[in-house]
């Protein structure tokens, strides 16, 4: 890791010592900012450094300010819009006989890119599953594994209907997988998919977290070997998506927030 200064550009503000998490920034004896070198290892790449920096004096590992995006300086999603998405999210269920198209997909995933992760380690790996018969088969090992330890009799007898009460005939199936010791794999999945989740509402998708399928995941061995993830993974966290079959035409009533101020 690297950082290079322009000192043309440089204001000396340090603003970019101030933003940087682990302190590992320090100004030489011109002012500018330089790396502390027995803390460069230390870095995380989370590119607060080049982000914060107001003069665009800053090159990061290579990546020069006149090549990134350019950021936001608002907010882009006001205080009622973000209101209406909470409030109006649901956990959806019925799904039209519709695929998800993988272009709409692809998109979603670049964008989870940028999902906070412990440490900024990134280690979230994402397994696609839209061939029907495949997540049909998910489902029914989810219903075995119940079955056979005895846990939720209702879902078999159910499947033995054909209603699937466990990935619910969704079309795409979305499991979150890293490896086990990763630094908090649940909590970087966990945030992943909650983003996948409402990053998907912009297309109109609507999901359900697949919290039966998560739990048989980890504990049944022909569903790990099923799925076929790279050894030392596990699954931490799984959504179905698709179109909702259905409108919602009302929010229903939630129990008042639980807060207190230490």
């Not at 198209?101 to 440490?119: C, F, G, N, S, Y």
């Not at 569903?223 to 998506?241: F, K």
């Amino acid at each position: 890791m690297q950082i290079q200064i322009n000192t043309e550009k440089c204001k000396k503000d340090k603003i970019c010592i101030i933003e940087c998490p682990f302190n590992i920034l320090r100004e030489n004896s011109e002012g500018f900012p330089e790396i502390i070198p027995k803390a460069k290892d230390v870095c995380m790449r989370c590119g607060h450094c080049l982000a914060v920096c107001p003069s665009d004096a800053l090159t990061f590992d290579g990546l020069a300010p006149e090549n990134c995006e350019p950021a936001l300086k608002e907010i882009a999603v006001d205080v009622p819009a973000m209101e209406a998405l909470l409030k109006n999210r649901r956990s959806v269920r019925v799904y039209k006989n519709k695929p998800v198209e993988r272009e709409k997909v692809a998109h979603l995933m670049d964008m989870l890119r940028w999902a906070p992760t412990a440490k900024n380690l990134q280690p979230v790996h994402w397994l696609l599953v839209d061939d029907r018969d495949k997540i049909h088969e998910l489902a029914k090992m989810t219903v075995q594994w119940l079955d056979q330890n005895n846990a939720y009799p209702g879902i078999a007898a159910a499947w033995e209907t054909g209603e699937d009460m466990i990935l619910r005939r969704a079309p795409l199936i979305a499991i979150a997988h890293t490896a086990t010791d990763a630094l908090i794999p649940l909590v970087d999945c966990s945030i992943a998919v909650t983003s996948l989740e409402l990053a998907a509402t912009s297309y109109g998708i609507g999901s359900f977290w697949a919290g039966f399928f998560m739990m048989a995941a980890s504990r049944h061995a022909p569903i790990a070997q099923y799925l076929n993830l790279p050894e030392n993974h596990a699954v931490y966290a799984a959504l179905a998506l698709g179109y909702p079959k259905f409108k919602y035409h009302h929010i229903p009533e939630r129990r008042e927030a639980k807060v207190t101020w230490l």
